[in-house]
């Protein structure tokens, strides 16, 4: 099967893809000024994020906020922006946007903290830092 982007000419591809990174601005946008409403600290927005989803993006944020103290699976998943209803609630989504996190951006961007939960590590945490200062 051949998806629609590797269908098209080069340059109807590349507007594609232009497209495509214009609307993940777009709801990095939207997610930064969700953080922002929910008195967390938001990001500055960087290339890197555009590859993230919106709960990947919020756990970086609720790690960053919390560093370098570990959060447990359970402030995790109230920093993940989903439906209120609390049949949508369930902490498998902090595994999976943990998994999403370390595979996009590298294993070395989240330690685990044994018996404790997760947090950012202190070399992320510093070019967080950077970027937000920059």
Do not use: C
Not at 30 to 54: K, N
Request: hydrophobic share 50%.
């Amino acid at each position: 099967m051949i998806s629609a982007a590797a269908a098209m000419r080069p340059r109807q591809r590349i507007e594609f893809l232009e497209e495509r990174l214009k609307e993940a601005r777009a709801q990095i946008d939207v997610l930064v000024a969700q953080l922002r409403a929910a008195d967390m600290p938001a990001l500055a927005v960087a290339p890197w994020m555009a590859t993230l989803r919106g709960q990947e993006i919020a756990l970086i944020a609720a790690l960053n906020a919390a560093h370098p103290r570990a959060l447990d699976i359970y402030a995790l998943d109230e920093a993940l922006p989903r439906q209120d209803h609390a049949a949508d609630r369930s902490v498998k989504g902090v595994h999976v946007a943990i998994h999403g996190v370390r595979k996009k951006l590298g294993s070395h961007v989240i330690d685990t903290v044994r018996g404790r939960g997760w947090r950012l590590s202190d070399a992320f945490a510093a070019d967080l830092k950077a970027l937000n200062d920059a």
